[in-house]
């Protein structure tokens, strides 16, 4: 394990702070005044459609909860949340519909 002093510290999440910002303005500040080819806005609609589910899937397929264990009770609150998604293209309705599955299935499943 790495340990770092508290200025050490202070100096990662610094130099952390200053790289997102510097990420962040290079599409808004740097770019931001030059107008985008029509093929890459399209394409930047997709980004969220793309991150949040590689975001997701690692949580569901291994849980930290289960010690990476692929866990039944994650994959049926998954499945719901997707299905009623894609049904009712409601997200809060997902949300509460994946989440009520999860705390019954881990109720029922023990």
Not at 20 to 38: D, E, H, K, Q
Not at 53 to 81: C, K, Y
């Amino acid at each position: 394990m790495i340990t770092l002093s508290d200025s050490g510290v202070w100096l990662v999440i610094l130099a952390l702070g200053a790289g997102t910002f510097l990420i962040r303005w290079s599409f808004l500040g740097a770019l931001g005044r030059y107008v985008m080819p029509t093929w890459v806005l399209r394409l930047l609609r997709y980004t969220p459609v793309a991150v949040l589910p590689a975001l997701v899937a690692p949580l569901v397929m291994w849980p930290a909860a289960t010690e990476g264990q692929t866990d039944p009770a994650r994959l049926v609150a998954a499945i719901a949340t997707v299905a009623v998604g894609m049904i009712w293209k409601n997200m809060l309705a997902a949300i509460l519909a994946g989440a009520g599955t999860l705390v019954a299935m881990l109720q029922f499943l023990g």
